[in-house]
């Protein structure tokens, strides 16, 4: 429902306001009913769908949720107007006087003047029961109803508010919004398997590409977002990307989302680690408050422990270790590893983990991997004799890494090399270019935002963090 | 830069704050410099590009911009400070003392203190030139540097401060945002050339699809939507979109960017046009307010009138026409179309043009579309004997089509014969169920985000109001 700020502007503005006669009853959504402060003795319409019946000798009772909250409003009626359309699921309207309520379970409820059923919902086709429970394995069958639960409609609306969240804290501090292509002809990490894209329809170009070259999905922002560093020094997107990974695991999908961020000037990983930690605490700070019952629901009936576990990362300051450190920690480690670590090879799951859990559970930065492993955009850090780069990963608990980043090889001659010995310096002329005209240092990062998720609200499976989940063999809807 | 209240946060908050000892001259964004209220004698200091150098007897000037606002930052030095490396697109670090600026065109002024060149700018191959104004069409041969000049930097701030209306719009209304699927396997309008998607390696999986199923990048979320809204009640999404169509138009690209809205218990199309005339003025007192010099400099420099054609718009109420009458007017005006008009036939951009104009150069929305002409969910008006759908496009001056909806068939009975006329209603089972479970009227739209971008600012090229453009033969990045 619009607020009443919004009606009266639109009333104003719009040539296709009705005149105002007589006064039809104001329509609120169920949040500002249950919010409202005081009862005017106004008659309100409230539209939703039934979620509860208690059908009693005298009076009957519904309760109706719109969406706009995990909560539902109740409705007291007398008993004549039951009857048998009025269903779990079923839309309705319903007009009356909104009434300071009796019971201590909510602040104000619905008296009924008037119920008219919308739409019936087939109560035995209807894959979801009435006063039941159904885990999230179950619901992901549904992925056109499960909205439609307790469940997953808080968790898409905390997702609503993170975005909303991380836009603002961006804005807040002075960045740009830029959307990086989705459809490009460079693959930023050389790693990662990727998406092409050809028309559905060759029969017009049945010789040669769309685009004259090959375009794929991208699998990150990253090099379009150092373009425009170079003109707003500070700059972030936060957009879908794509790998062709077949992997099922409860951490991959083949589309995901990507909050990432690029700031010219920046001399030091201390610079990009305060950022990323800013983002994740801000974001989270501003989800607690603004969806608190939302978030409640998971880490009550989801994730019992998380909200302990959510309070430890943000009341602590996240730790900082080297790769070298890291690997140090691995080896002197009684546990038994999968991979056996070793300097020089990459970090697992399980080492992230076990490292998460050595640090006692707080977010912890790990800097300075490699050169060896890291593709050739970050920056030498022209050590020995282990020769790194200055790149970093946020791990944290439950779900490993959640950001990645690093500084960029802003040094002409020393990205010319890399380039050169990877026989890229063609392709990237143009990423060349802008260490060619006014060159200066800086350095990003990427977190993916289903992880995030993941992380603040303790679910465990990716596909239930995102509305319509895409990953090996299945694209559904 | 960073704002204050945000460093202060994030070194209150980060563990790798360091000790703060001598204090370090606080770094400023070259806008939050310009904005500065008052001199408190501090030193500061100010990084960005060189966009002006003007060497006196004893003086020399710089102006630095940092992308952060179109103005750039006045530094003044003493002479010996002059040197070859400051030049034109050259990075630089100012420190020195913010003053009140002794001229009337800016506010205050950078005495400069230590002067460093961060990074050269090799003048001789870099595009652009000191003093130029280059033509748009000239700078799209540089997407890798073109966000550098004084149009682009515009375009693109004002690109970010939209994004960001649109948002708030919504957000301050009560919808919730979603995330709609880029990959999908249904097409939800059946017009439009389709992306398809596929892994670019087929070695892991030679016989079948990566998905199962083919799979096609999306060309409207509005079916995803429509599952929302049946949660939600109100739901937005702002995402790219794709066409496969070979075009080289100036108002087609092959990846653009649209504003969706999907809104249950929504009866008539008057309650969506408010919605959208209500986005529309928001949205663009929104932008004009928080960037109004970015705006200016379009509207004077590169659409002269645009000013005065925008305003024209947003002070007028939008006009409402039908179809039937649109075709009508088009009938008896004079002008030689080249495409005769008729009932039953689709509007083209002449149509639309000369619609627009005959409306006095106010935006108008077209209702009420002959049946055949439109998709499957497009509610049924049951009229005759010319039968329409209750269909809305919203037609602006310069651009034409900015808006798409309609109601959408909310009747059971009324879209199974709908999908079974066109054979898909097996593909179409999920889309049937949600009129099963609790049906509700609901309606949406769209509206093409470069389209809004086109024309607020009045940009004859679609090509120069996005980041990096993706055409017919061009996907250059």
Redesign the interface.
């Known amino acids: 429902?619009?607020?009443a700020?919004?009606l009266a502007?639109?009333?104003r503005?719009?040539?296709?306001?009705?005149c105002p006669g007589h006064r039809p009853p104001a329509r609120l959504?169920v949040?500002?009913a249950l919010g409202a402060q005081s009862t005017s003795g106004e008659r309100v319409k409230v539209?939703?769908?039934?979620r509860s019946v208690r059908s009693q000798k005298e009076v009957l009772f519904l309760h109706i949720n719109?969406?706009?909250s995990l909560e539902s409003l109740q409705v007291v009626a007398d008993s004549s107007f039951d009857n048998r359309e009025l269903a779990f699921?079923?839309?309705v309207?319903v007009q009356g006087q909104l009434v300071k309520s009796p019971s201590k379970k909510q602040n104000m409820e619905l008296k009924a003047e008037k119920i008219e059923v919308?739409?019936?919902?087939?109560a035995t086709?209807?894959p979801f029961k009435y006063k039941e429970r159904h885990p999230l394995e179950y619901l992901r069958q549904y992925?056109?109803?499960r909205?439609?639960t307790n469940a997953?409609?808080s968790i898409?609306?905390v997702?609503?508010e993170a975005?909303?969240a991380i836009?603002s804290f961006f804005?807040?501090?002075?960045f740009?919004?830029?959307?990086?292509?989705?459809?490009?002809?460079?693959d930023c990490e050389g790693a990662g398997?990727?998406?092409?894209?050809?028309?559905?329809?060759k029969i017009?170009?049945p010789e040669e590409n769309?685009?004259?070259?090959?375009?794929?999905?991208t699998v990150s922002g990253q090099?379009?977002l150092e373009?425009?560093s170079?003109?707003?020094?500070?700059v972030f997107t936060f957009?879908?990307t794509?790998r062709?990974e077949?992997s099922q695991s409860r951490r991959h999908l083949?589309?995901f989302?990507m909050v990432e961020a690029e700031i010219?000037?920046v001399e030091s990983l201390?610079d990009l680690?305060?950022?990323m930690?800013?983002l994740f605490?801000?974001a989270t700070m501003m989800v607690l408050s603004n969806c608190p019952e939302d978030v409640e629901l998971c880490h009550k009936f989801i994730a019992p422990g998380q909200k302990e576990r959510l309070e430890h990362m943000l009341k602590n300051?996240?730790?900082?270790i080297s790769y070298t450190e890291a690997v140090e920690i691995l080896k002197q480690s009684s546990q038994n590893f999968t991979f056996t670590p070793e300097w020089g090879v990459d970090l697992h799951t399980e080492h992230e983990k076990y490292l998460v859990k050595h640090c006692g559970n707080i977010p912890v930065f790990v800097i300075n991997y490699p050169l060896a492993l890291k593709p050739f955009y970050m920056r030498d850090n022209e050590d020995g004799p282990q020769h790194t780069v200055a790149a970093v990963d946020l791990l944290v608990p439950g779900v490993g890494e959640l950001f990645g980043g690093s500084l960029r090889e802003?040094r002409y001659h020393f990205l010319e090399q890399r380039l050169a010995r990877s026989g890229l310096t063609e392709t990237y002329q143009?990423?060349l270019?802008?260490?060619?005209?006014?060159?200066?240092?800086h350095g990003g990062f990427g977190m993916g935002f289903e992880r995030y998720l993941q992380c603040i609200l303790g679910i465990d499976n990716i596909k239930d963090v995102?509305?319509?989940p895409?990953f090996?063999?299945?694209?559904?809807?």
Not at 13 to 18: E, G, L, W
Not at 47 to 50: A, D, L, N, S
Not at 433 to 441: H, N, Q, T
Request: hydrophobic share 40%; charged share 15%.
């Open positions: 429902m619009f607020g700020r919004f502007r639109a009333l503005s719009c040539s296709s306001a009705p959504s949040r500002d539209q939703g769908w039934i719109d969406g706009s699921g079923s839309s309207e919308v739409g019936n919902c087939d086709a209807f992925p056109h109803l909205c439609r997953l409609g898409l609306r997702r609503s975005t909303a836009h804005k807040d501090n002075g740009v919004h830029i959307h990086t292509p989705i459809i490009t002809s460079n398997e990727l998406f092409q894209v050809e028309p559905s329809s017009k170009m769309f685009f004259n070259v090959p375009a794929f999905l090099l379009h373009v425009m170079g003109a707003f020094t500070q957009g879908p794509f062709a077949n083949a589309e989302y010219s000037f201390q680690m305060q950022v930690e800013g605490k801000t300051n996240f730790l900082i802003e143009w990423y270019d802008l260490r060619r005209f006014g060159s200066v240092p995102i509305p319509f895409r090996t063999h299945s694209c559904i809807l």
